[in-house]
């Protein structure tokens, strides 16, 4: 029994090595959690040391008052482990003095019922002269009432919700912090396990409570998670915590229906997207029915509505996904962009260029109207002034028509694409641009078919090339040729002519769809080639021909079915 009599002393250290952990994380306190573990770290040394001079106590007096000191570690370690386990994990919401306040209220109702607890037996029933010292540790008899086993389980209900908080970022975390938590669960899983030990067999020793002592296995643990993990350096940030802080930062409304669309989740961006409150648990349809008909509808392109908000009418472009469990849907996700600006200027950009457009047909048509007259009443020796005014006038024309179809397949981007013979565009367009042309020769290299996905404008685009190719021939017979090359995952069409070549600030139109404002007359039927490429979703190149000329090429991807719309 000799080396027994050595706890107390055992005990005291122990105490110091809390203390010394305690004061460590008061140092940085700033951190997320630091101070809650300086407070459990410090009541677990009072504790300790309570527990200490309780065992070396030599009176009845002594050994009542560090009994009922050992309660305040008892009682409010558990409060500051939970409150610790949330601020590590990053549940600060939960976290604040009303919800402290409201944890730290059964503790104190224990310290006034464990001090009085003379005048009313309401904890323990004893009596003084059950004290006893004999060749151990001072003992004594008693009997415990029901508010000491309500005191013990609120005790160790607020442990394992800790624990239950420090497992579930252990397995939300994918093994990122696994080492430092798995430390701090073992530190207090030991003296808990060891205080469920007392309480139902009283432990090994007569008169040594186990929980101190299984605080070295806390104080080991503690140590290695502060200096060998870094506890307080790196912060764990949970995938909930930033799902949430996603959400929350998202410039997005987002809204999160079940299979019933009832909403279960959404942001502070998706309040401000209808007139109506939102709540969890109501129908989607009760709250924004344009989302709601959405749902309904089987159109992936068109997810544009108008919604009301209490800052007037919004415009919203709707991205639909679905959540899935396994092989199930058990909800959807709506992404609502707000391009409410952008509506407003398209409508702006629409109202002007239809007035131009018509304006430049009205003043073109009259141009070449009074052009007519004046060539039949000028001398033939002016006819060159009438024809530089006709040709200003068709260049006008022209650039108004390209603009009409730029702006037409801007408008439609990706949604018009389906499923196109390239070789049946490449001959039609050829005869089309031959007519135009009073029969200029046009090569082509063609196999039976190629299938490709391309927007349904896409013969545009060759009408283009081939139009521009004649028109800055430098030759009365320009080699232009047309070549499809087909391909498993993409097919080759490639323009080729001899001529001098297209300009540097034009070719960098469709090498890089960059355009100053100087360059933007000639280039604009350039641009609709890049238009319709892009929206095609295929790509373009130029090159040099040997030893002069262009060559254009644009590579689409090969359609999947040989069903052509």
Known sequence: ?????????????????????????????????????????????????AHAFRLASATF???????????????????AWLVFALRYAGQHQYVTRRSIAALCVVPLVVQVLVWTNPFHGLVRDGDPSAFAIGTGYPTWGVAFELPYYLAIGYSFL???????????????????????????????????????????????IPGVDPTPVAFSVSMVCFGWALFERDLFEVVPVSPLVASRTVLAEMESGVIVVDTRRRIVEYNARATECTDRELSRGTR?????????????????????????????????????????RGAHIVGRLLLLHD??????????LDVLNRVLRHNVRHDTNLML??????????????????????????????????????????????????????VSVVEQTVVDVRASRDGDPISTTL???????????????????????????????????????????????RVSDDGPGIPDHEREVLETGQETALEHTSGLGLWLVTWLVRVSGGTLDIADRSPRGTIVEIALHAATTESIE
């Open 284 to 324: 989607l349809e009760e709250v924004a029915e344009p989302l709601a008909a959405i749902l309904d509808s089987d159109d992936d392109v068109d997810r544009s509505v108008v919604m009301g908000t209490a800052s007037g009418t919004r415009h919203y472009d709707v991205e639909v996904s679905d959540i899935e």
């Open 339 to 348: 391009v409410t600006e952008q509506a407003l200027r398209e409508q702006q």
């Open 447 to 493: 196999p039976d078919r190629a299938p490709v996905v391309a927007h349904e404008s896409f013969e545009l685009a060759l009408e283009e090339l081939l139009s521009n190719a004649f028109e800055h021939a430098d030759r009365p017979a320009p080699d232009v040729t047309v070549t499809v090359e087909r391909g498993q995952a993409e097919t080759i069409l």
């Open 158 to 204: 607020l442990v394992l919700a800790g624990a239950a908080v420090l497992l579930a970022l252990l397995g939300t975390s994918q093994g990122l912090y696994r080492g430092r938590t798995t430390a701090l669960l073992l530190g207090v899983f030991a003296p808990s396990l060891a205080g469920g030990w007392q309480l139902l067999y009283d432990g090994p």
């Open 61 to 79: 007096e002594g050994f009542w008052i560090w009994v009922n000191v050992e309660w305040i570690g008892i009682m409010f370690a558990p409060v």
């Open 369 to 422: 109207g009074h052009s007519s007259i004046l060539r039949e009443t000028l001398p033939s020796d002016q006819h060159e002034h009438v024809e530089q005014i006709e040709a200003a006038a068709e260049n006008l024309a022209t650039l108004s028509e390209r603009s009409r179809l730029a702006e037409r397949t801007m408008g439609e981007a990706s949604a018009n694409r389906q499923t196109i013979d390239l």
């Open 1 to 49: 029994m000799t080396e027994i009599r050595f706890l107390p002393l055992a005990l005291v250290a122990l105490s110091g090595g809390a203390t010394a952990i305690a004061w460590y994380g008061y140092r940085r306190q700033e951190l997320p959690g630091a101070g809650a573990f300086a407070a459990l770290a410090g009541l677990m040394g009072v504790w300790t040391a």
